[in-house]
């Protein structure tokens, strides 16, 4: 949905050269701590995989280090307290923490994402900055980051069926997924849910199922539009490596309306109680498979998923039902 309140995040462009080391120093501290989890997690199946965990944790160790070496030089001891988080076109990454079964698939799709992020990040930041010695350094980070991206790949490869994997071709799908198939997934959830409401309360009220149909194809279309915008304005791909943002902004809006019309279709047939019926056998199957999606994709335990969409979708679908009967 379209945010009404002000982003407070600031423009990249806008730091200063503190600022910016403060934030890589910030950046590499969390990779670091990440890739240590990973190999805390994943170690016991995969050893060779945790040992090369360990040594990207270690790298990014080494980078926080030159990175705070030449802050103290230029600024002293004291670093600004910013984050990604504070910066307008980062990724916003769910916690580690909160992700409790975690495959080695999943790990290495995280890996390139984080490593591509950062040397996007390095050369952006290199771009923003006039003295030479930091510029040399940040250009120096983005090299080795683009270096650990390409190390996604060495991940377990015997296990994964890595020595003869075209490396490009696992690019083109890694980046495929992020410019489509996560903008489409959330659109395609946000429309199933967010359109339950508005459609069986025109059902219940109105018992006219041309009025119904009206209704959900304008709740859909009107939530594809909301929500192709907002994930439009919300990441230029810059930093993120995320991709256009018009193409993310219509996988979201496309998905988000055909997850509003799943449920509205039905309401073709002329016979109200048949239509009904079958709207809500799509709805039942429209909600478990978005939790099994968010299983698949989105890293969620599969029950959690379940309590999250189908418990709250059918509550949505039940106050629907509630406030057109009244």
Known sequence: MLRFWPDTRRDFASLSEREILSLAVAAEEEDGRIY???????????????????????????????????????????????RREHVRGFLTRKPVWLQKTMTLEQARQQVWEMEEGAYRFYLEAARNVTDAGLRKLLGDLAAAEKGHATRADQIDETVLGAAGRDSEAHEVHRQFLLTYVQPGLAGLMDGSVSTLAPVFAAAFATGDTHQTFLVGLAAAVGAGISMGFTEAASDDGRLTGRGSPIKRGLAAGIMTAIGGLGHALPYLIADFFTATAVAIVVVLIELWAIAYIQKRYMQTPFWRAVMQVVLGGSLVFAAGILIGSA
């Open 36 to 82: 240590s989890e990973f190999a805390a997690r994943l170690g016991d199946t995969y050893p060779g995989s945790a040992a090369l965990f360990e040594g990207m944790a270690a790298e990014e160790d080494e980078h926080r280090r030159r990175l705070l070496d030449l802050y103290v030089v230029r600024f002293g001891t004291r670093l600004v307290p910013i």
